[in-house]
C-alpha cells in the first residue's frame, strides 16, 4: 500500500509565496515521474508542473517563471513553490506520482488534495 500525504496549502495574499510538498510512503520499488494538479470550482483538473525521476521538468503556460517543482528522490518527497501568486492559482491542488511496487505492478497514485486559497 502507497499513500501520498500532503501538506503546506492555505490562505495567502495575492503576491505571495506558498510551498507544497508531498511525501509518498509505503511499499516503494521506485517512483518515477511526480507532479502537481490542482481543480478550481467548476473546473477540470489540470497539470500544473510535473518532474520526472531524472528531473526533467514540464509546466502549465498559466504557472511558468512563478512555480517551481523539485523532488528530494532519497525521501520520495516533491515540492511545488508557489511565487508571486494570484487569485486564479486558487484551487485544491493534488499530489501524483507513478510508482512501482513490484517487480510487475506499477500504478499512478493520488494524494487527498491541499487547499490553496489566494485572497486579500
Known amino acids: 500500500q502507497v499513500q501520498l500525504v500532503e501538506s503546506g496549502g492555505g490562505l495567502v495574499q495575492p503576491g505571495g509565496s506558498l510551498r507544497l510538498s508531498c511525501a509518498a510512503s509505503?511499499?516503494?520499488?521506485?517512483?518515477?515521474?511526480m507532479g502537481w494538479y490542482r481543480q478550481a470550482p467548476g473546473k477540470q483538473r489540470e497539470l500544473v508542473a510535473r518532474i520526472a525521476s531524472g528531473g526533467g521538468t514540464i509546466y502549465a503556460d498559466s504557472v511558468r517563471g512563478r512555480f517551481t517543482i523539485s523532488r528530494d528522490n532519497a525521501k520520495n518527497t516533491v515540492y511545488l513553490q508557489m511565487n508571486s501568486l494570484k487569485s486564479e492559482d486558487t484551487a485544491v491542488y493534488y499530489c501524483?506520482?507513478?510508482?512501482?511496487?513490484?517487480?510487475?505492478?506499477?500504478?499512478?497514485?493520488w494524494g487527498q488534495g491541499t487547499q490553496v486559497t489566494v485572497s486579500s
Open positions: 501524483n506520482a507513478l510508482i512501482r511496487t513490484s517487480a510487475t505492478t506499477t500504478y499512478d497514485y
Open positions: 509505503g511499499s516503494i520499488f521506485s517512483t518515477y515521474a
